[in-house]
């Protein structure tokens, strides 16, 4: 299979698959005007899982966004945490306080937030040098077509550009991959 394409990509389509949608974005007004460059990778139900960064420049921090498609395991369960492990070598996170971590639902798929959490949902944000884990404490029951909208705050992007892979982990349940594309 050839790598992933990069391109920028200027609206969201709803794939039709009985699906939910993760989605882990800088600010969903960026997501629906540019919604930034991006690479992505299939996932086995079929979703595109995207890893995104504010600024893609080699060697700057940046705020990162990543895009999950979720499915049955975590439909119809309660929004708890989302992860996400870069690889260790090249990035480094900075550590979020609660109150620098952007959290949403879209719930109608068209790039727009519906459902808002703030800090007050948020039960834990522990990172190490290349990864994060956010627990929540939101009460939201995810459902199929949701997309969630999370913003963590700042990660240093690598001196190199290139394609790398970014592991992504959904209420403890689902694992996928995105690819993170740095100019």
């Known amino acids: ?4 394409p990069t391109f920028c990509v200027a609206r969201y389509e709803t794939v039709a698959y009985e699906l939910t949608e993760i989605v882990i974005t800088a600010t969903a007004a960026a997501t629906a005007a540019v919604a930034g460059c991006s690479g992505t990778s299939e996932s086995p139900g079929g979703g595109n899982e995207t ?3 504010e600024d893609p420049s080699a060697g700057v ?3 990162q966004s990543l895009r999950m498609t979720v499915g049955e395991s975590v439909a119809g369960s309660e929004w708890t945490s989302i992860a996400a492990e870069y690889p260790r070598e090249h990035f480094t996170l900075q550590s979020a306080q609660h109150e620098e971590l952007s959290l949403g639902v879209d719930t109608t798929g068209d790039g727009t937030v519906n459902e808002s959490f703030d ?3 948020v039960s834990g944000a522990n990172n190490n040098a290349y990864s994060f884990n956010i627990g929540l404490d939101t009460g939201y029951e ?9 913003e963590y705050p700042a990660v ?3 001196d190199e550009a290139g394609e790398y892979e970014v592991d992504l982990t959904l209420n403890d ?3 996928a991959t995105g690819t993170l594309s740095i100019q």
């Open 156 to 158: 240093d992007n690598p």
């Open 173 to 175: 349940e689902q694992s």
């Open 142 to 150: 995810l459902q199929q077509g949701d997309v969630v909208v999370v």
């Open 61 to 63: 921090t940046s705020r």
């Open 119 to 121: 800090e007050s949902n």
């Open 1 to 4: 299979m050839s790598p992933p």
């Open 51 to 53: 890893v995104a960064a």
